[in-house]
């Protein structure tokens, strides 16, 4: 028996876990010191109320000979899809139910969607950006190539004349810079993936934080995106399900490589490996996308936005900063050019702030460092005051 030799290529643990195993260090030492936690992209809560209703009616029903249900369907129940359909359609972009596919969270797509490639594909990820594209793909032994987003290009990269890819990765907003790639921008990686016969895998996480209406909320807004890309999406920052778990991938039926639809090959990865998502939550998730859902999900992302809006107040006040207006975080430039842990450290020790340091997310992160905007008001007022003094 061997074990995968590809784990000795990535780094020892998730970034989320030592940033965890730090601060806990630290809370253990100074059990008298309050901890204020900007780390991690977890959400505060509390569910909005038409999920909470939906969640328990879904229980009562399951309690019943009746309406009791079982396995469901592995791309999710059509009220899911359908809802999801339709917020789709509120964005004035078209997606058919069957090219929905729920599923538990966007971390388990992004993660498991390379089952549907070869190993010689070669992925094209930027630097810095969410860790799962890369630990997966590394997980796998596929070659990865840094796509490089800084200051100079506003944390954007575009397809250059010798830019070579298979596989592209997109997060916009992205996660950790809050940059948000633009109609241009869009088309620009569309149209290279077009001509080369690439893959664009889109992760929408963020999507709802987008206010600015000239930024595009969806992929298929872009006009050739069918062809090309695939959109992952969540309800997790949307409605706060970080903790309920539930999202969706959606597989244009134009999708096609070597001769199969990705979405047909998807629907067999799922069937085979997944179970789908509890009756209760999915009843959770289509409630988040009607009228009344979706308005006290907005609330909540109102009331980040304005944390990140304060936030970016005082931390522009010393450094430079990106993000926070269409994103939950802020990604700011450690000052006196520091390094990003060794800014982690200081933060953590002296302020009693648990940041993410950008190195966390690819080499290009080094000298950055991410705050969230998703605690609670009075933290972030805090956590505000401290760096202030
Ligand atoms: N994609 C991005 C860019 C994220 O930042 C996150 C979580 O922070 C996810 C996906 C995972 O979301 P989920 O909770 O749906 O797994």
């Excluded at 900007?38 to 999920?51: F, Y």
């Excluded at 001769?259 to 009843?283: D, I």
């Excluded at 390094?339 to 702030?353: A, G, T, V």
Aim: negative net charge.
């Amino acid at each position: 028996m061997k074990i995968n030799g590809n784990f000795q290529n990535m780094e020892k643990n998730y970034l989320f876990a030592e940033v965890a195993a730090r601060s806990a260090a630290y809370a253990k030492a100074h059990p008298e010191k309050k901890l204020l936690r900007m780390g991690i992209g977890d959400v505060s809560g509390p569910l909005p109320a038409a999920v909470v209703k939906a969640m328990k009616d879904a229980c009562d029903e399951m309690a019943t000979k009746e309406d009791f249900r079982g396995y469901g369907p592995y791309e999710g129940y059509d009220f899911l899809r359908e809802a999801i359909s339709g917020y789709y359609a509120s964005l004035g972009v078209t997606v058919d139910v069957s090219e929905i596919y729920v599923n538990d969270g966007a971390k388990s797509d992004a993660g498991n969607i390379g089952d549907l490639f070869d190993r010689d594909n070669l992925c094209l990820i930027p630097d810095p950006v969410y860790p799962v594209y890369v630990d997966s793909n590394l997980m796998a032994g596929r070659p990865v190539e840094y796509l490089r987003a800084c200051p100079e290009n506003g944390f954007l990269p575009l397809p250059q004349m010798d830019t070579k890819a298979d596989l592209i990765y997109i997060c916009s907003p992205n996660n950790p810079t809050g940059a948000v790639y633009d109609r241009e921008g869009l088309k620009a990686w569309v149209d290279f993936a077009n001509r080369r016969g690439a893959l664009i895998l889109f992760d929408a996480a963020y999507e709802a934080f987008i206010s600015d209406p000239a930024l595009p909320r969806s992929i298929y807004e872009i006009d050739g995106a069918r062809t090309c890309a695939v959109e992952m999406c969540t309800l997790s920052k949307l409605a706060g399900f970080t903790g309920v778990r539930c999202g969706y991938t959606v597989f244009p039926k134009e999708l096609e490589r070597g001769g199969e639809q990705l979405g047909a090959l998807w629907l067999r990865r799922q069937s085979t490996k997944f179970n789908g998502v509890s009756y209760p939550v999915q009843r959770g998730a289509a409630a988040a996308f009607s009228k009344e859902g979706l308005a006290q999900a907005m609330a909540g992302i109102a009331y980040y936005k304005e944390n990140a809006a304060i936030m970016a107040e005082t931390i522009g006040s010393f450094t430079r900063y990106w993000g926070g207006a269409n994103s939950p975080y802020i990604w700011l430039e450690c000052p006196g050019k520091r390094k990003s842990w060794e800014y982690f450290d200081y933060l953590l020790n002296e302020k009693q702030i648990v940041a993410t340091p950008g190195a966390g997310f690819g080499p290009g992160g080094e000298g950055f460092l991410r705050l969230t905007a998703f605690g609670d008001r009075e933290d972030v007022l805090e956590a505000m005051d401290r760096i202030a003094r």
